[in-house]
């Protein structure tokens, strides 16, 4: 009897297990290339549902393996470096290492889900039971936007695939981003998802279990809809007013090639190199006429600066379409101790015969552009991929072009919210991204990152163009409309910089939602290593008979 009901124990952890995987990978559906947003809107119900019932143990694993079964699909696209040079065994563990270290924050997240219930799902029914439900769904959406809020920033972070990128399709929300960043929007989808797991659990407690204190008024869930009719009535009205301001503006006409130059690691033939190059300017030069800006992707030009000689090319070149030309490349050079910096550069070529701006990359990318430690220990640096250690840039730059500011982002730099925020506060009326992605050719990669990239418009309300190699080349507006092009004329909206989050960045959303998420963890820590300190005293004391007469 026993052993049987050990068994049935041991499948109803099995089933959980495999249950928990499952809604990960549903999760992954709602990703761009997929792009099945509204798998996001109950993806979390099933896993939400088991740690209503499990002990925080128990959540921290089931929380990990929804975790793992999101993330090992959803950046999957890292196995394309196999297809570079990279080797198979350490590009896997690398895919399996970051998937480990992303389904930590699930886990955390799961943990602390599983304690916030604990004692409270058997409440008496009445009016003590409806506060009960509906105040648990906010504080758990808050939870998860603390983990995704650290998962971003944490030992330079990793800010990819927030829940709210799922739904960068649904333009009216998307713009609670220019509230409180991409986390806003997460919030309102676990939100939902936290109200239909109590509507769920109610439902089979009702029909099936018919328990005399389960109720049929679902107060979480009516509560979850009105703020996402709000949500979506606020947004449509906020993307009006900016269709409107963007009509009377300024214009700055942008011309952005896609230059489809192959990989470093993969490009061996100079042939074949001189071709290439031939038709970018080729192309550059036929789509220039009456353009103001030309841009070109991340590392496009065909050496490392300084070069005197692509100097002198780019110039002449930049004079004769009568454009300036901003272009990336690697650059070298010395500090003040005499030592040989590398860093990620974009340059921007003037039409008077001078380069009239330099951008350098701040966020640099760990195990692709630098290895930790790697200044102090020397010898790190020569088993980085590209065989040097990049040195970051010191801040955003802004570049006036024909009386319009804009400012650079450079590869991944435009998944960092930080980093917009900080070059729309220092005057960039327009952010343009290059980037390059023929790293992940033919994978979901450039798609995501593309999503990725939308909500740093929508979060300072400024137009973005995005210039990739093998990418998205695109036009993205102040509310998230994003639009393919070679040559475009953007317009410059006057409410730049101007929105929530823009002022008051993460502090207003992002921060308060991460010391949730810590503070509930130290919370039962405090509980668990303290209060049984306290409980075994007591006992001590009460067992005590040694003062007791006889």
Partial sequence: MRATWKSSINNAAVLK??????????????????????????????????????????????????????????????????????????VLIGLTGLSIWCSLFS?????????????????????????????????????????????????????WNAVGVSQVSYLPIVQLASLGGVYAVSFLVLLVNGAL?????RLWRNTMLREPNSTRRHFDLMTALLVLFVAIYWGRKRISELQASGQSSERLSVVAIDPDLPCIFSINESENIKIAYSNLYEKTDALSLNADLVVWPETSLPSCMPDKVLEKNMLRFASQIGAPILAGTTEFSLNNKNEEECRNS???????GVIESVYSKQHLVPFGEFLPFDKKMKFLQKLAPTGVSCTPGEGAVVMEVNGIKVSPLICFEDTVASLSRAAVKAGAQILIAQSNDSWFYGSSEAVQHHAQAIFRAVENAVPLVRCSNRGITAFVSPYGGSQEFLLHTIPVYSGAGSTLY????????????????IG??????????FCKSDSKSYSKKEGDTSSVPS
């Fill in 197 to 201: 797991a109590g509507v769920c659990v």
């Fill in 17 to 90: 297990s495999l249950g928990c995987l499952a809604a990960g990978a549903s999760l992954a559906v709602a990703f761009p290339e997929n792009a099945e947003p509204h798998v996001a809107w109950f993806a979390f119900v099933p896993l939400l549902i088991i740690l209503r019932f499990s002990t925080p143990g128990q959540g921290f694993l089931y929380g990990f393996l929804h975790g793992i079964g999101f993330w090992l699909l959803s950046i999957s696209w890292l196995m394309e470096l196999r297809n570079n040079g990279g080797p198979v065994m350490l």
């Fill in 520 to 529: 509930v963890c130290i919370f039962r820590f405090w509980n668990k290593i």
């Fill in 346 to 352: 974009t340059f921007l070529f003037g039409t008077n």
């Fill in 107 to 159: 886990a955390v997240f799961g943990y602390s889900v599983s304690l916030l219930w604990q004692g409270g799902d058997s409440a008496t029914a009445g009016w003590k039971r409806y506060f009960f439900e509906t105040w648990r769904p906010p504080v758990i959406a808050l939870i998860w936007c603390g983990g995704e809020y650290l998962r971003s920033t944490l030992f330079t972070g990793f800010a």
């Fill in 502 to 517: 823009s002022r008051f960045g993460d502090w207003i959303f992002g921060i308060p939602c991460a010391v949730i998420f």
